[in-house]
């Protein structure tokens, strides 16, 4: 009888054992997963402001633009042609954490850079790259839970 109830003993610690050892794993590869969508994100990122410093063929700027026109559409602007002028009124109707010059400025600024031969000035990427950062950064103060989330992580803005 003594030896069974030590078997008895070692087969519930093993059980237990293995349930605990699953529950750690479970934990153990979600935290993987979240490591490699914060790794992920990051690189994105980065891969995304160098694009903004690039200044060869004005290309940073017309970047830093595609990138507002697309955190627009996120946030819920309709629009078909990102050259449209009709867009960038929409934008300033939507958005109200630029002023209209600052719009207007982004817009011509970015028309110029897209079709222009002429390269861009040094200030005014520096200008355009500040104002892209104060736009995300109201932008990101007003998006809640899963948004913001999902702005961060999948969508990589």
Request: net charge positive; with cysteine; proline share 1%.
């Amino acid at each position: 009888l003594a030896g069974e109830s030590e078997e008895a003993d070692g087969s519930k610690e093993t059980a237990g054992f293995k349930e605990n050892g699953w529950i750690l794993g479970v934990i153990l590869l979600l935290l993987c997963i979240c490591l490699s969508a914060v790794i992920q994100q990051k690189i994105r990122r980065q891969k995304k402001l160098y694009l903004f410093r690039v200044r060869t063929d004005n290309r940073g700027i017309a970047a830093i633009y595609n990138e507002i026109y697309e955190i627009c559409i996120f946030r819920g602007m309709k629009c078909d042609d990102q050259s449209d002028h009709k867009n960038i009124l929409q934008m300033k109707e939507r958005f109200p954490q630029l002023t209209e010059e600052e719009w207007e400025w982004m817009y011509e600024c970015a028309i110029r850079a897209a079709f222009s031969s002429e390269k861009t000035e040094r200030k005014d990427q520096k200008k355009f790259l500040e104002l892209y950062r104060k736009f995300r950064k109201r932008i990101l103060q007003e998006l809640k839970g899963r948004e913001k989330f999902w702005f961060l992580f999948v969508k990589a803005m």
